[in-house]
């Protein structure tokens, strides 16, 4: 079957270590699916988090750096709140300490019908590779 894999990353200032918190990579990953991710439709339609499910949150490290990981579903819904399609996600916020930011690593699959399980295992391999500037490998 045909998988589409999907891997964004973003960047935001923490204005306190505060703002490092196991939903923030939920929020940030709504944010930007909002605003820029949408299916080529007459409809206006966006990306959101199916929280009906819940999430799992989990505190790990990756490479030195603390992060959260979240995994759940997502969904593209139009305005209308019809839904086009949707699957698994897990994402990585994690703390760049040094320049005061958080980092959102983000992979979500698109195969309706598909099993999506090796596809996700091969992401999270990638996103966990991930090494902030400067740092060594490990």
Do not use: C
């Not at 699916?33 to 999430?55: H, P, R």
């Not at 490479?63 to 990981?69: I, K, L, R, V």
């Not at 995994?71 to 320049?99: C, K, V």
């Amino acid at each position: 079957g045909l998988y589409q894999n999907y891997l964004m990353v973003s960047a935001d200032t923490l204005d306190s270590l505060g703002s490092f918190f196991p939903n923030r990579g939920i929020d940030v990953r709504n944010a930007i699916g909002e605003q820029y991710i949408e299916f080529a439709l007459e409809e206006k339609n966006s990306m959101g988090t199916d929280s009906v499910m819940g999430f799992v949150h989990k505190v790990i490290d990756i490479n030195g750096n603390p992060a959260y990981e979240n995994r759940g579903l997502w969904r593209q819904e139009t305005i209308s709140g019809t839904t086009l399609g949707g699957g698994p996600f897990i994402n990585y916020y994690m703390l760049d300490e040094e320049a005061q930011r958080g980092i959102l690593v983000d992979g979500f699959i698109f195969a309706p019908g598909q099993t999506k399980r090796y596809q996700l295992r091969l992401m999270e391999a990638v996103m966990r590779s991930l090494r902030l500037q400067g740092q060594e490998p490990s």
